[in-house]
């Protein structure tokens, strides 16, 4: 697949102001400063659709990209920002169910993990929570630059085992810094996308 077009549809950390629920999407989470922001930005060919931050924690909204005209990317805000006062972490489960719990068109959860950390509590309490509502099976490695070859194999192992991912789900290393892996992260959005089609086929008319 290649993205053609990338639109902000929404910013909103509001059920009613979503728009409408009529497309597949496709949602990115992770801890903040894991590097999502950069990540969509090499997505989508546009420097700054997502906001790259330098102060972590700050976003707390939900943002819909609309990619191609033919469905969405869904940014929802970071989690396990250290600073971030706990009525703040409460906002953002209530954001973040009322998102979930709602959304017909959610096919897929993109999770993201830092390449060089073995996934963090709140990492695996999130792609449990992913496990349990059938979103799982697509995880990103980040930031890939900052470590070495020989490195690579043996953490994305670990991000596997830490994560109880299954042999055939997708775990994809990506550096936004050297512009790699979303070739590979893009083929994988597609299949995701196509195998949504095939579970729940488009309306046909019974005439
Ligand atoms: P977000 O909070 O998850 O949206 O993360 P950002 O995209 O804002 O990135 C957080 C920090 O990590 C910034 O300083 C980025 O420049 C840096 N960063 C993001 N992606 C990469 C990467 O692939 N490689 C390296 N070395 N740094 C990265």
């Not at 929404?10 to 400063?33: H, L």
């Not at 950069?38 to 102060?55: I, P, Y």
Request: aromatic share 6%.
């Amino acid at each position: 697949m290649r993205i053609k077009t990338a639109e902000i549809q929404a910013v909103t950390g509001r059920r009613d102001q979503y728009p409408p629920d009529t497309m597949k999407e496709i949602a990115f989470a992770g801890r903040s400063n894991v590097g999502k922001s950069s990540l969509l930005n090499l997505l989508t060919g546009r420097k700054k659709l997502a906001k790259v931050s330098g102060s972590p924690g700050k976003t707390r909204t939900i943002n819909f990209y609309l990619i191609n005209n033919e469905f969405r990317i869904v940014d929802l805000p970071g989690y396990g920002y250290a600073k971030v006062a706990k009525t703040m972490s409460e906002d953002w489960g209530r954001m973040m169910d009322e998102y979930f719990q709602h959304r017909e068109g959610l096919v897929k959860v993109c999770q993201l993990v830092d390449i060089r950390h073995e996934p963090s509590k709140l990492d695996i309490q999130m792609y449990e929570y992913l496990k349990a509502n059938g979103l799982d099976g697509l995880v990103v490695a980040t930031k890939a630059d900052k470590i070495s070859r020989n490195e690579m194999q043996r953490n994305l192992a670990r991000i596997r085992k830490s994560l109880g991912m299954r042999k055939d789900d997708y775990l994809i290393p990506v550096s936004a810094l050297k512009k790699t892996g979303h070739e590979e992260l893009l083929q994988a959005m597609e299949d995701v996308l196509a195998a949504a089609d095939e579970a729940a086929p488009a309306e046909q008319s019974d005439s």
